[in-house]
């Protein structure tokens, strides 16, 4: 397998801002890679020192096998699509997407059959004499795509592309997106805040936060397997047991991540609880539960009646639910 991102030790401070903080990391060619974390935990400033914007502090970058930090940006096979999609507004959308091959001195009649193309593959073909001004959101944003596609990086870094977009488009561009990745076999490379998107998307994920990457894996590894308690309440706003209650459950004296869909209403045998509140969320409802002093949430299939806020019911889940965290604090 051909690594297509490889970073060593890298940090980049900002005075005794530790933006990225000795982070490892391999990415394959072909793999649509996510870095997730809240916001300032360093995920854009990974994509600006792989896009060349930024310089490492200190470690060692490489693309494809080569050292990059003398590398300009224009020069290393990669391109980014922005948040803000950056268009000009004074071009059209056909000299907008052929604008990176316009700079390499491609001639007219090429780089504009190139840049029709691009529109063809981001489903946008016809569109190429309006300007910016003329489009939608989401139609802006696979222009930005196409503008990025146009000049056929190797690897392609998106810088939460999709924040901009409500609701509905954004999940029809999340399918967009990672079928395109898919026919084109492009390495991309995505950040984003949104654990859903990240989880939906991408192959692997690394989980950002303070500069340091707290977990890489798979979306079902991140998700069902979280390595730490930021990962388990960041990722999916798993309940986190206290090792007490743990070692009561288990024998282990270690912290648990459960998730809340996890947790069932049972007839008889389970763990009492009392329920001390509730959110409608339209597909189901979160419940909140006390145990004694603890705090959990369940969620209640919208199929299910939800029980009163007061009552005391009798929870269950499955053993292989309860997952242990070695080492978490
Ligand atoms: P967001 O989702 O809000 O963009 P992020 O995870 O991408 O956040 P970064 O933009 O990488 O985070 O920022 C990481 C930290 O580095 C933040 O504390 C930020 O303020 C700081 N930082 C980033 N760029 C600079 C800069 N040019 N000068 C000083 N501090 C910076």
Redesign the pocket.
């Known amino acids: 397998m051909t690594t297509a991102v490889s970073f060593a030790k890298v940090s980049r401070h900002?005075?005794a801002?530790r933006?990225?903080d000795d982070v490892d990391l391999s990415i394959a060619e072909g793999e649509f890679f996510a870095m997730l974390?809240?916001?300032?935990?360093?995920?854009?400033?990974?994509l600006r020192l792989i896009a060349g914007f930024e310089q490492p502090t200190s470690g060692h970058i490489e693309i494809f096998g080569t050292t990059v930090e003398h590398v300009p940006p224009y020069r290393r096979n990669v391109n980014t699509v922005f948040q803000d999609y950056a268009l000009f507004p004074h071009m059209n959308i056909i000299d907008n997407v052929a604008y990176g091959l316009m700079i390499r001195g491609m001639n007219k009649a090429d780089r504009h059959a190139a840049a029709n193309e691009a529109l063809e593959l981001v489903a946008l073909p016809g569109y190429g004499e309006r300007r910016p001004g003329q489009l939608s959101g989401g139609q802006r944003q696979r222009v930005a795509l196409a503008r990025a596609l146009v000049n056929k990086p190797k690897v392609l870094l998106l810088d939460?592309p999709l924040g901009a977009l409500d609701l509905k488009l954004r999940e029809q561009m999340q399918e967009e997106l990672k079928t395109l990745q898919r026919k084109l076999g492009i390495t991309f490379v995505f950040?984003t805040?949104d654990q859903g998107e990240a989880l939906s998307m991408a192959d692997r994920v690394a989980v950002?936060n303070d500069?340091k990457i707290q977990q890489v894996g798979s979306p079902q590894d991140i998700y069902q397997r979280p390595q730490s308690r930021f990962v388990a309440d960041f990722v999916g706003s798993s309940n986190v047991l206290e090792p007490d209650f743990v070692k009561q459950l288990t024998g282990k004296e270690s912290f648990a991540s459960l998730r809340p869909e996890a947790i069932r209403i049972v007839a008889a045998d389970g763990h009492s609880a009392t329920v001390t509140g509730n959110s409608y969320l339209g597909g189901n409802t979160r419940i909140t539960l006390a145990l004694g002093d603890i705090r959990i949430s369940a969620l209640i299939p919208a199929d299910q009646n939800v029980p009163e806020t007061g009552s005391t019911i009798q929870i269950s889940w499955q053993e292989s639910d309860l997952h242990l965290m070695e080492g978490a604090q």
């Open positions: 900002f005075g801002v933006a990225v974390g809240p916001s300032g935990s360093g995920k854009t400033t990974c939460e950040v805040h950002f500069g």
